[in-house]
């Protein structure tokens, strides 16, 4: 059964980190496109990065270059993202979705869903 899902979202103050993970079961992630979404509240899911199947190249939405990182452990098969110098507009449930392509920093056609994990940026 495949299977996604996230975890180490949290309440955190501005300027502060979390590392997100997405843990896959069922399938080797190494071998597929896995990306990050979120959603805030009143606003539609949008695409935050993408990492690619071997060679797995990165993509950022601009608002977040230079401050998340997404990332693969094989031995895990589990993917990372994470977000330093976080922001209140982070404040976001988190998804990871695998399957598809990246495109840019979103992944498309994800066919594989995690639950979702809430992420709250607040002073």
């Known amino acids: 059964q495949v299977q996604l899902v996230e975890s180490g979202g949290s309440s955190v103050q501005p300027g502060g980190s979390l590392r997100l993970s997405c843990a896959a079961s069922?399938?080797?992630?190494?071998?597929?496109?896995i990306g990050w979404f979120r959603q805030a509240p009143g606003k539609e899911r949008e695409g935050v990065s993408c990492?690619?199947?071997?060679?797995?190249?990165?993509y950022y939405r601009d608002s977040v270059k230079g401050r998340f990182t997404i990332s693969r452990d094989k031995a895990k098969n589990t993917v990372y993202l994470q977000m330093n110098s976080l922001k209140p507009e982070d404040t976001a449930v988190y998804y990871c979705?695998?399957?598809?392509?990246?495109?840019?920093?979103?992944?498309?056609?994800?066919?594989?869903w995690g639950q979702g994990t809430q992420v709250t940026v607040s002073s």
């Open positions: 069922g399938f080797t992630a190494d071998h597929y496109a």
């Open positions: 990492i690619s199947s071997s060679p797995s190249s990165t």
């Open positions: 979705a695998a399957e598809g392509y990246c495109s840019g920093y979103v992944l498309r056609r994800g066919q594989y």
